[in-house]
């Protein structure tokens, strides 16, 4: 069953380690973007808001880099900061939301095979609230990913 199981996760385009629930999800897509183009996209900060549904508005305060906090307003729901909690520049960062006796991260990191850029958003809650917060934002946040990454990809395609 466990070998099943990885199969079926390696031909998704999904991490082997993450099952997709409203805990923990990921969502793959290949484009004809160049990886700068992409990584572009994802460090304008306040245009988030031109290919995330989700999201109002986003600010960053100063450079994107490692440490940098920024605020992010959802359609539905308070302002709350955010810190870029990791960096790998032109590669991969995750920030980090903090929810009460939890924490939202989103990770978003680039490869490229064969000439072709494969991009991924991987979200995940933590903490003792993490079920609460899946069931509230998860099950949304995963519902439109692939309507966002699709944006992504042709805002990119179209640079």
Known sequence: ???I???LL???GLPVHAQQTNVHFSH???TRALPEKIWQLWTDVPNWKDWDDGLKSAALTGPFQQGAIGMLTPDKGPTSKFVVDSLV???SYTIKTKLPFGS???KRYLTVEEGK???THEVWFSGLTKGLFARVLGKHYRTI???VMRRISVLAENR
Do not use: A
């Open 117 to 119: 850029t494969q991009f």
């Open 145 to 147: 990913l692939p309507d």
């Open 5 to 7: 199981m990885s199969i």
């Open 10 to 12: 390696l031909t998704s």
């Open 28 to 30: 793959t897509l290949e």
């Open 104 to 106: 939202l991260y989103v």
């Open 1 to 3: 069953m466990k070998l």
């Open 89 to 91: 520049p032109d590669q």
